[in-house]
């Protein structure tokens, strides 16, 4: 089976500027989750769709993050404007039984903001 | 509230040695521990959960409710075995979502 697809790769912005991340999951995965990586430390989590609901963003920055998943499939995360301390690989992951947890992961977006 | 914490930033044994990679929790119900692994220019992936009870190239982790821990462990380290090595904690008031621990370097010399 085809793993979760993010893009881009590498991305390098000023700060104030604004950056959006992609990403496609396993399909048939119904449950999809956000993560932010800050160098030396363990993922945490953004936000969790279930479908094209949203379950968890208790997490999320919402003065300068949003996400979507608009048909329940793909997934766009934005940040307007982005910060020093926005600098880290975000990460798509996605299940196909939340209940079960246990993640797909896709290979990240390293954001660095100057 | 979840938290994983893991103890030791980096790990360093010779081949052939026995590793333990250290993994506690806090969690007020009934947990579902994972163990992930990143090896080099490798994405994250899922190691082991311990509802399977299964053994992953070589490695175990046993859930002790008591000492609230779930230690990674084998019995003879391989020079393949080196990569960073994160312990998850799933509750089921989360729905699936997974808080992670900090993680753990494992190098594993020759």
């Known amino acids: 089976e085809a793993g979760v697809a993010q893009s881009p790769r590498y991305k390098i912005i000023e700060k104030r500027q604004s950056v959006a991340f992609w990403c496609n999951p396993i399909?048939?995965?119904?449950?999809l989750y956000w993560y932010q990586q800050i160098l030396g430390q363990g993922p945490k989590l953004l936000i969790q769709f279930q479908n094209n609901g949203v379950v968890d963003d208790s997490q999320l920055p919402k003065d300068r993050f949003s996400a979507e998943r608009l048909k329940g499939v793909d997934s766009t995360l934005k940040i307007q404007p982005a910060k020093l301390e926005d600098s880290a690989v975000y990460l798509c992951a996605s299940s196909l039984d939340a209940d079960k947890g246990g993640y797909t992961f896709g290979s990240g977006t390293r954001l660095t903001v100057v | 509230a979840q938290r994983v914490t893991q103890p030791e930033k980096l790990l360093s044994v010779f081949k052939g040695a026995p590793v333990e990679l250290k993994c506690n929790y806090s969690y007020s119900g009934s947990p579902e521990l994972f163990w992930y692994v990143q090896y080099s220019r490798q994405r994250l992936q899922l190691l082991l959960r311990h509802i399977s009870r299964e053994s992953i190239k070589g490695f175990t982790a046993d859930l002790n409710k008591g000492e609230t821990s779930f230690h990674l462990k084998k019995p003879f380290a391989q020079e393949e075995d080196s990569a960073m090595y994160y312990c998850a904690l799933s509750g089921l008031l989360g729905a699936g979502k997974s808080t992670f621990g900090d993680g753990t370097t494992l190098t594993v010399k020759p």
């Open positions: 399909s048939g995965h119904a449950t």
